[in-house]
């Protein structure tokens, strides 16, 4: 089964026992972010310096990918493009139930609530198909731990993991430093066309700036 960036994203951030998601805060720039890059290979969305244009507004027969082109079309308001950091800012909470709902609707996770207190409702999502989660991180095995070339999308996913410093929910009892010096070798690496490397880069570099602008703005 193909899942969307944003979905392998969420799925390494669920607990394999509880279901609840780990890190939610930060794998949600990270969500985000896998939206958006989504869409850059999709040819939906061009993401350019700190920049991001509509450039296609055609279905790409995803649902998940599909709501967030109208999304963007709405926010821009005529605009020719925007900044990425303020749409990552603005989705990042709203992206991480969309990549749930998705991976619900594919048959990946199931939605179970519980009360906290008798009064609270807390969400969980417990794998429905482990499969999924299982091929997900052997591929990044095989590239950070075991030296793979990756292909396009997986030096991808490993950028935005990357970036949002996301790599012990991917790696929760690997050697750390050599984890994140793979990850960074790949992110950086001659790994896809060069217009998608600089998709890659500028996506990294939007999902860092957020990212530590959100964690300022909510430590002042």
Known sequence: M????????????????????????????????????????????????????????????????????????????????????????????????????????????????????????????????GAVEAELRERLRAVVLGGAEPDTRTAGLIGLIHSAKLHRLAFPDGPRRQIASRMAEVAAGQWAAASVRAAIRDMQAAISAAAAAGAAAAGS
Request: hydrophobic share 40%; net charge positive.
């Open 2 to 129: 193909t899942i969307t960036l944003a979905e392998e994203i969420m799925l390494l951030s669920l607990d394999d026992e509880s279901g609840s998601a780990k890190r939610r805060q930060a794998a949600g720039w990270a969500v985000a972010g896998g939206i958006l890059l989504e869409l850059v290979l999709a040819g939906r969305v061009l993401v350019k310096g700190k920049h991001l244009e509509l450039v296609n507004t055609s279905p790409t027969g995803d649902q998940l990918l599909d709501s967030r082109t109208a999304l963007i079309e709405t926010w821009l308001r005529g605009r020719k493009k925007r900044k990425v950091t303020d749409w990552l800012t603005k989705d990042r909470s709203k992206a991480v139930g969309a990549a749930l709902e998705s991976l619900g609707r594919r048959g990946v996770v199931v939605e179970e609530t519980h009360r906290a207190l008798g009064v609270f409702p807390i969400r969980r999502y417990p794998a429905a198909d």
